[in-house]
């Protein structure tokens, strides 16, 4: 079954689209956080910023944020997320009907982003300019920009009335404007489902190399289609691709993992999955996602909410969600420890039972909720050890894996506080049983089992 969110995108019609001429923005200026622009590690497992600090991506979806909102509201929304914990928002530069905008990529005060229809070499200075200033916005928050150029759901139509050469053309104006823009990363596709067409591929790749021709200093990703993918499954962008956003409404261990294992490597975050108040998802299905995709390599999540992505009214009364408050416990829990240097037990080495059954696929999302399999990885100097358990029962865990005496607690999810385990500290040797507390007050029995050695 196709989720609520895409049966909507499904219906929509091509758009028509009216069109804007444009001068250089100026730079997107500091603020708190991460020195920029981010950058690769040098393990290619997670990003960093200028000083070589870890960057765990927290990411929101607000994709319809350059239309559908005034500069006070932009203002009000990042001031939010920030306070939240967040640090990276998931931005179209072009927004049409697919990703909650109008049928003529408007501002809701009538700015559009070209002067003539479906040109895409008359950009409108005044749409491009407010553009500009929300990403100001973001990085005076300490907040990265995943910039998409032109989305495919809506745009890949007008990029086949341009042509490649158009596109390209595009891709360098728009890759010159924001060159010096620090806090940014880019994300071509979207639901790109018909990527492996090939004149398809090559007018979203030309807009790309486009950006790359005018902006080598960004950080390049690419997001394909539902219901389960990865930017790395599209051989013809590896030569671009800097960043593997995976794509899943299966559980995100699997995709993840995949990923993971991939070589050479490269970092990988979830870019897309349930939406919080979409498809029957819950708190719990976006815990276990989240918590899924850390614990099998990921660098980052990027969350998602049904009434922010498109920003419908009333969108400010459901900032403040649970989904929200417990991925800040992620957050906490995961910037708390040495997450960088965690390596996913795909060989079962440290939980040696309990593990629960893996699943890669079926009925997409449903079967999420009703899924037991537990991750878990450990760093390789053996100082730290984690495990998701995503429902009540006992794990065996080899204890050798630490380097000393093992502190043991569990973390509670929906708190964001630890309860101690009797017994503990205990020796770093033979294997040991864990049982999970019991019932959170949304009566699920996820527990994270956080193991370090003294």
Not at 68 to 91: C, E, K, P, T
Not at 195 to 218: C, F, M, Q, Y
Not at 315 to 342: M, N, P, Q
Not at 407 to 425: E, H, M, Q, V
């Amino acid at each position: 079954m196709v989720p609520k969110r895409l049966q909507k995108r499904l219906a929509l019609i091509p758009i028509v689209l009216v069109i804007a001429a444009c001068g250089i923005g100026g730079d997107g200026g500091g603020g708190p956080g991460p020195a920029y622009p981010l950058q690769v590690s040098a393990n290619s497992r997670y990003l960093v910023d200028q000083n070589g600090e870890p960057f765990l991506m927290i990411g929101d979806a607000p994709q319809s944020l350059m239309v559908n909102a005034s500069l006070d509201d932009v203002d009000f929304y990042l001031a939010n997320r920030a306070s939240h914990g967040f640090n990276v928002v998931w931005i179209n530069l072009l927004c049409a009907e697919y990703t909650g905008g109008r049928s003529d990529a408007s501002t809701f005060d009538g700015l559009r982003p070209f002067l003539l229809t479906g040109d895409l070499l008359t950009p409108n200075e005044l749409y491009f300019k407010r553009c500009d200033d929300i990403i100001r916005s973001a990085a005076g928050r300490g907040i990265t920009i995943i910039l998409d150029p032109a989305e495919t759901g809506s745009f890949l139509s007008v990029m086949r009335a341009n042509g490649i050469e158009k596109c390209r053309a595009y891709g360098r104006f728009v890759g010159s404007r924001y060159r010096d823009f620090d806090n940014i990363i880019w994300m071509s596709g979207n639901d790109f489902q018909s990527w492996r067409n090939e004149s398809d591929n090559l007018l979203a790749k030309a807009v790309a190399e486009g950006i790359i021709e005018t902006d080598p200093r960004h950080i390049h990703t690419l997001g394909l289609d539902y219901f389960v993918s990865s930017s790395l499954d599209n051989a013809l962008w590896s030569d671009l691709i800097d960043l593997n956003a995976a794509y899943t409404y299966y559980p995100a261990y699997a995709e993840i993992l995949k990923d993971y294992a991939r070589t050479p490597a490269a970092p990988v975050f979830l870019v897309e999955t349930d939406y919080e108040f979409e498809s029957g998802a819950d708190a719990e299905r976006l815990r276990r996602q989240a918590y899924w995709s850390f614990l099998s390599g990921a660098c980052g999540y990027v969350y998602g909410n049904g009434y922010i992505w498109p920003l419908i009214p009333g969108w400010k009364g459901y900032l403040e969600t649970t989904g929200v408050v417990e991925l800040g416990h992620c957050r906490a829990l995961f910037d708390s420890l040495a997450w960088h240097t965690l390596v996913p037990d795909a060989s079962h080495r440290l939980v040696t039972a309990g593990q629960g059954t893996y699943w890669s696929g079926g009925t997409p999302s449903y079967g999420i909720s009703d899924n037991d399999y537990v991750t878990a990885a450990s760093t390789p100097n053996g100082r730290l050890a984690l495990a998701y358990v995503p429902s009540a029962r006992t794990v065996t865990v080899d204890l050798s894996v630490l380097a000393g005496p093992v502190s043991a607690r569990w973390y509670d999810p929906t708190t964001g506080t630890y309860l101690a385990i009797a017994g503990s500290p205990m020796p770093n040797s033979g294997a040991w049983s864990f049982n999970t507390p019991g019932l959170h007050a949304d009566g699920a029995g996820d527990w994270v089992l956080v193991l370090e050695a003294q």
